[in-house]
């Protein structure tokens, strides 16, 4: 995925401006950037939420304007927000395929629907009752069911938003097995998060922004963590460390 010039303005106010951003097959791309720096308003561009004023967005190589959450998970992008849009009192398998119940939408019967949710977490290394309802399980099994749901929906780039915030850190061990699986199966994540080891620990690339604007983007192999600071809060090293 590869937007550019993204630009954005709320009632006068600049959001975001000539922000470029790429994401390839296979990387998972943490964006970085202080309250206010404009990641979420990216996101929700690449993701259908906002429209942008300015910039070009290409999936595959293909001009693409996604004009809603629906258009862009029909392109292959889909999101988990922080609040997980789920329901928690449907079962986990009515979660994984809502709006896309038994008769309506294919399903053979109820039966073949939990056949379908447990072979799709299987894929997530989850072996869990799918009939149980949604409420019953942790936070982070919550996510990796709204993870599989957005992958199943739509298939190329997963976009998330903090989902690390109220994970314990076995649970942040345990969604990142999750991503690293996805990745080896080419797709692309983007992931927002505050917490740079988690950043370290399983993102590939970076981009940080500031009051809207890019900083720049860098493979994470080669970028010293307090350099990456620097990046984020737009003060030189010397000024960091003294
Ligand atoms: P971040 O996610 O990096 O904290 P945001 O994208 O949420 O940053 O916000 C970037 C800027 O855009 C902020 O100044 C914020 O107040 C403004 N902004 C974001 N969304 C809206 C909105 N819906 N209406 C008005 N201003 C907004
Ligand atoms: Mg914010
Ligand atoms: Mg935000």
């Known amino acids: 995925m590869e937007a550019r010039g993204i630009g954005k303005s709320f009632l006068g106010v600049t ?71 789920l329901l928690e009192n449907l079962t986990v398998a009515e979660n994984l395929f809502l709006g896309r119940q038994p008769s309506r939408f294919g399903f053979i019967d109820r039966r073949e629907m939990r056949r379908r949710a447990k072979a799709l977490l299987a894929r997530y290394g989850l072996d869990i009752d799918v009939d149980a309802l949604l409420s019953s399980y942790s936070v982070a099994i919550r996510q990796i069911v709204a993870i599989a749901r957005a992958v199943d929906l739509s298939g190329k780039v997963l976009v998330l938003d903090e989902p690390t915030a109220s994970l314990d850190s076995q649970e942040v061990e345990m969604l990142f097995v999750v991503l690293r699986r996805l990745r080896e199966q080419g797709l692309g994540i983007i992931i927002i998060t505050h917490f740079l080891n988690q950043v370290y620990a399983v993102a590939d690339r970076v981009t940080v922004l500031r009051n809207g604007r890019l900083v720049g983007s860098r493979a994470l192999a080669e970028l010293p963590r307090l350099e990456l600071i620097s990046m984020m809060l737009g003060r030189e090293l010397q000024d960091i460390t003294r």
């Open 15 to 85: 959001a975001l401006e000539g922000v470029d951003f790429t994401l390839q097959r296979g990387e998972i791309h943490a964006l970085l950037g202080e309250n206010g720096a404009g990641k979420s308003t990216l996101i929700k561009i690449l993701t259908g939420v906002y429209t942008r004023d300015r910039g070009e967005m290409r999936l595959d190589g293909k001009d693409v304007t996604p004009a809603n959450v629906a258009e862009a998970q029909a392109l292959g992008i889909g999101t988990v927000y922080q609040e997980v849009n």
